[in-house]
């Protein structure tokens, strides 16, 4: 593109808040075949909110847990606790959910992030692991016994967490977040021109799928349970078959699938480093201007033929 050309481009995309980091991007964007959206913070809010607390009753029959009585305000009081710690989305609405039931977290005396996973820690209660599945197998906990309530939010789009103390399941926690108002329109205004649309997320299968399915993406396009240090692989296993694709991300986890794809896009409220990685930042914070940003390359490369 010429260079008047590439100086139009750039400023049509910056009063929509669409900032290209150079002609170059602005030239490539048109190029985008496939959209691969992360989820939490990206096609949904990511604002979590504390939805269910399920105490599971306790095999042998017994009620006691580390001399407590299990039921959901202690199961809520004892994950909040190990999650005090934790930046994590769904530990702040933990901690947050408890305190507006009344409930005063104290501080763990130790406490470990596990990422991708969930976290670990030393409580006065005893030894804590919040997280899904993998966690608490990895840890000794038999999970199933979970299983109906797990499968139950989960399919709710919800994101269903266990909660153990000193090795004994106790329960169930769920956050919920909420679909951005003009996601499944930006899917299918992407999809009815013709671009792939795929779905990336740590979170786990069912709930996946349960958020795809608001927004009008395919099963088969969602991957899930990717943990972070594995999205840029998973971004390029996308483009094996030669797709361009645009990742469109927000959190810091995902700067190194932004890299990885053709054409790397920060959204809005994302953090710093996010928007460092990107090529493309979305002022806004909406999933539409996606298609609106490959629409401005177009029309400016089109301009200078
Ligand atoms: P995302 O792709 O949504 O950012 P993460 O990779 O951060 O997901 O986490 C993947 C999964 O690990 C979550 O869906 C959750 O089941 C579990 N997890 C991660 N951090 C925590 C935490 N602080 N407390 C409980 N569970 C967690
Ligand atoms: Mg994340």
Known sequence: ATPAATMVGTSIGARNGVLFKGGDILERVRDVDT?????????????????DVVALPQADGGE???????????????AASAERGSEHPLAKAIVEGARERGIDPEEPDSFENVPGHGVRATTSDGEVLVGNRKLLEDEGVDPSPADDAMERLESEGKTAMLVSL???????????DTVKESAKQAVSDLRARGVDVWMLTGDNERTARAVAEQVGIDPENVMAEVLPDEKAD??????????RAMMVGDGVNDAPALAAAYVGTAIGS???????AAD?????????DVLKSIRISEATLQKIK
Not at 281 to 287: C, E, H, I, K, V
Request: proline fraction near 1%.
């Open 64 to 78: 006691l847990v580390a001399g407590h009585e299990v039921d959901e305000s202690f199961v809520l009081e004892v």
């Open 166 to 176: 000193d090795g004994d399941l106790i329960g169930v926690l769920a956050d919920a």
């Open 270 to 276: 994302g953090t710093d480093v996010a928007i460092e």
């Open 35 to 51: 959209v691969v959206f992360d989820k939490t913070g990206t096609l949904t809010e990511g604002e979590m909110q504390l939805t």
């Open 280 to 288: 493309v930042t979305l002022m806004r914070d909406d999933p539409a």
């Open 234 to 243: 998973a971004v390029e296993e996308i483009q094996d078959d030669g797709s």
